[in-house]
């Protein structure tokens, strides 16, 4: 079971999709601090198809996990969580896009790479697991 006070702001955590096995690994920077979620993954011109951010929100809402793209170089795949989480909507930002406000209220959200887009569904039950090198 996942609890926040687990973690640390900015520690990588591993996803996994409870429904199928990924194609690889998916280690994120887990991101629940104010400066980490403002900053987010403005001004990066690569990301791995293995890395991203997960985002943590204190209560599950559309407007806290909206995400702008202003100075986001990259397109980038969001798959929006909600607090028991479940896959509640997936999409692709396209850099520089304005606002992407997910269709239904979330509490989390990962950023990741698009070409890791297709191993998420709508209703898919994620796993959040610490680093045990940490």
């Known amino acids: 079971m996942f609890m926040s006070a687990k973690f ?12 199928k096995d990924l194609s690889a690994p998916l280690w994120v920077k887990y991101c629940d601090s104010f400066l980490c979620q403002l900053r987010g993954l403005t001004f990066r011109k690569n990301l791995s198809k293995n890395e991203g951010l997960f985002f943590v929100q204190k209560r599950e809402s559309r407007i806290d996990t909206s995400i702008h793209m202003m100075f986001v170089f990259i397109d980038l795949g969001v798959v929006w969580l909600n607090s028991k989480h479940q896959v509640v ?24 790479s698009p070409e890791r887009l297709s191993e998420f569904q709508i209703g898919d039950q994620l796993s959040i697991e610490k680093n045990n090198l940490d």
């Open 8 to 19: 640390k702001t900015m520690q990588k955590v591993q996803i996994k999709n409870n429904r």
């Open 89 to 112: 909507d997936i999409k692709l930002a396209k850099k520089w896009h304005l606002i992407y406000i997910p269709s239904v209220p979330a509490q989390y959200f990962l950023e990741i």
